[in-house]
């Protein structure tokens, strides 16, 4: 900064004399502009040092991926997604893709890496992608993934055009500043293992037991035994998580935390009767902690307990009005008691908090049906088909439920509107991820292979790529209708988590794998190594 400053000085040399005031704001104004110009140089500075850092390693792993790929004559492939492509261990459809593939081409060896993130948004799992990417230097990638993206749709005619890269894309300051806020953000983590150490070293502390009421917050010492006890809990460290949460009942025998912890403990290690103990005790500590009453009622309805669990349902549904799940189970357990008029009053409640509730509109019908309800039924249909919502789960849902009441013409109706939702509106969550895939992977020179989930039309995951250009899609649709038109719909899918699909069993994994092998072999991705080669 002295040559800025000394710059500087020399260009006021000639100057007339000045005065005090002229000679202070004319200082700060020189220190000024030097402060910008070292900056400037520091991120020139900068930017040189992380090209020539990128071209040495990437010279450096291109010769290693070389190596590798004249070594060896596996194709490895990486399947992304959520719990669709993570569930059903050696029946999940990348584990039955890596069998048939082999199979059908035994002149090479494939390798396929099951990648999925269950409960993850398409977003999460574009998070992992260049570490995945790094770690297993995939051939290919078959990416199914959008289900559970839950931001508002929006119609096709209303999509932007893709943007052209930015000028700052190529900027690797730029680059370099977006991974240093992502770390930034992820600082949470270093601090849960300081507190980890802290925990630790506590649990060692003779402490006498602390008497308060139930409003006075946690000390840091009481905090950073819970913390402990959740960092142990996420590593299965369940006799190490069950002393610290003990611990910190002792140090507060008001800690509700402390119980409920002790509480889901129990449960994963089968002392279901201790765990409605400590729920209870959670409970008494905290009369409005909602996870204590979940976890109290989940158990009593395990017990068939319905008469305790009609008194903790609705001791939720009192806290918490628009608890929804806590009211379909008050009315479950007042079904269960014989109080056929009090739970249809609750069902019908959950419908008017939120009118565009499916799961709350088919647990009503169910009800109606088994209680031979007709006119409440037709009313509920009457409804529901007045409705205008933009949610093809919705109608995915209620398809579902009129194909497990044998009315096929509903069961159409409904599927219909949920095809033409898909086929008009789209997340821009999804799409926006699946163009920042293809960008990444293009970078790479790795295929990229899309896979539209069971059952749905292919055609609007398509419409999400202006250009589609290079790109494989697997459709899954026909060969999905035409083996349930013989199979009951539990022999492909598990569960209807989304209305239409759900979790393939192995027999609807299998099918899937198919679809994708065939899409693999059809486009020449099975003999190709990279994108060059196809």
């Known amino acids: 900064m002295k040559f800025f400053y000394g710059l500087l000085g020399r260009f006021g040399s000639g100057r007339s004399p000045r005065t005090t005031g002229e000679r202070t704001t004319s200082s700060l104004a020189e220190k000024s502009l030097a402060a910008l110009l070292g900056l400037l140089f520091f991120l020139l500075c900068l930017e040189l040092v992380l090209r020539l850092e990128g071209f040495a390693c990437r010279g450096y792993l291109d010769g290693q991926n070389r190596k590798a790929l004249d070594e060896s004559v596996e194709c490895r492939i990486l399947c992304v997604g959520e719990s669709t492509t993570l569930w059903g261990g050696a029946g999940s459809y990348p584990a039955q893709l ?4 082999n199979e059908r081409c035994p002149g090479k060896k494939f390798s396929v890496v099951n990648r999925g993130l269950g409960g993850a948004n398409s977003s999460a799992i574009l998070l992992e992608l260049e570490d995945n990417l790094r770690r297993y230097r995939p051939h290919i990638v078959v990416a199914m993934m959008g289900a559970n993206d839950q931001d508002d749709m929006v119609p096709f005619a209303q999509m932007p055009a893709v943007p052209p890269p930015s000028f700052l894309d190529g900027i690797k300051v730029c680059k370099f500043m977006k991974i240093l806020w992502f770390n930034i953000a992820r600082a ?8 980890y150490d802290k925990g630790k070293r ?4 003779p402490r006498a037991p602390r008497q308060e009421s139930p409003g006075k917050p946690l000390t840091r010492e009481e905090e950073a035994l819970l913390r402990l006890t ?12 069950a002393e610290a949460y003990r611990k910190a009942t002792e140090l507060n025998p008001r800690c509700a935390a402390g119980y409920l912890g002790l509480a889901d403990i129990c449960c994963r290690q089968g002392d279901f009767t201790m765990a409605k ?7 008494a500590s905290a009369p409005e902690l909602m996870p204590a009453y979940r976890m109290l009622g ?18 939720m549904v009192e806290l918490d009005p628009c608890d929804l799940e806590a009211a379909m189970h008050l009315a479950d357990c007042l079904e269960e008691r014989g109080r056929t008029a009090e739970a249809l009053q609750v069902y019908r409640r959950v419908i008017e908090i939120n009118p565009r509730h499916s799961l709350g509109f088919i647990r009503c019908l169910d009800f109606c049906e088994r209680r031979n309800l007709r006119d409440d039924a037709e009313k509920l249909i009457a409804r529901i088909n007045a409705l205008d919502v933009r949610d093809s789960m919705f109608y995915a849902r209620m398809a579902k439920f009129f194909h497990r009441a044998g009315n096929r013409e509903m069961e159409e109706r409904y599927r219909g509107k949920a095809d033409d939702l898909q086929a008009q509106y789209y997340h821009p969550m999804t799409r926006r991820n699946y163009l920042d895939l293809r960008a990444i992977l293009e970078r790479h020179g790795v295929a990229l292979v899309c896979v539209q989930y069971p059952r749905r039309d292919v055609e609007p995951l398509k419409r999400i790529f202006s250009e589609s250009a290079g790109l494989v899609f697997v459709d899954n649709r026909a060969s999905f209708e035409k083996q349930l038109q013989t199979a009951e719909y539990e022999e492909i899918f598990c ?3 989304y209305g239409d699909i759900g979790h393939g069993t192995k027999r609807g994994n299998r099918l899937l794998a198919e679809n994708v092998a065939e899409a693999l072999v059809t486009h020449g991705l099975t003999g190709a190594g990279s994108r060059a080669q196809r």
């Open 230 to 241: 959740k960092l142990n809990a996420a590593k299965a460290k369940w006799p190490e998580a």
């Open 495 to 497: 569960d209807n988590l």
């Open 298 to 315: 989940t158990l009593l309805l395990q017990e068939r307990d319905y008469v305790r669990a009609v008194e903790v349902f609705g001791k």
């Open 202 to 205: 506590l649990l060692l502390r």
């Open 98 to 101: 890596g069998e048939i593939l």
């Open 188 to 195: 949470g983590a270093l601090k849960a293992e300081m507190a």
């Open 277 to 283: 103990s400590m729920c209870e005790k959670a409970v």
